[in-house]
């Protein structure tokens, strides 16, 4: 195993994130690595290159992103004392984000979520984890829901 020292962890909020956390923050302790915390707001789809927002809408995007990053903050106090963590929210398609991130954290550990979707399902609903997989050179570990 690599001396890791950049770990990229995207955080959903959904049910295996305090997992997939838990794993990063023991990961970084082990390898004394910085951490940098993603969450990316999936924004509606965009018309020639362009997202237009209502002013309302663009209000509340601004205040999701500022109560995500309160609860980034919170989950670094809980789980990552004593590590280097940067903490980002950034709108956008999340594999493309997740990608642009690794490069520009020159991340060299990406700690990823499943969802174990099966089927019709991930047929359906697609997956990031498999997005990035099939386009990153770096090491990726996944952690599954259960």
């Given amino acids: 195993m690599s001396d890791f020292k950049s770990i990229l962890c995207p955080v959903d909020f959904s049910a295996v994130s305090e ?22 707001v999936q924004l509606p789809e965009t018309y020639g290159g362009y997202v237009v927002l209502p002013p309302s809408l ?12 309160l609860d980034l903050e919170n989950l670094k106090k809980e789980y990552f004392e004593g590590v ?5 929210v950034v709108s956008g ?26 089927g019709l399902d991930l047929f359906l609903f697609g997956s990031v984890a498999e997005r990035v997989l099939k386009s990153t050179k770096i090491t990726v570990m996944t952690v599954r829901p259960e």
Avoid: C, Q, W
């Fill in 58 to 69: 663009g209000d509340a995007v601004e205040k999701a992103r500022e109560s995500v990053l």
């Fill in 19 to 40: 997992k997939i956390i838990a794993t990063t923050s023991s990961m970084a302790k082990k390898f004394n690595a910085k951490v940098k915390l993603l969450h990316v």
């Fill in 84 to 88: 280097d963590v940067e903490l980002e």
């Fill in 93 to 118: 398609y999340p594999p493309e984000v997740i990608l642009d991130t690794i490069t520009k954290f020159n991340a060299d550990l990406l700690v990823l979520g499943t969802h174990g979707r099966k």
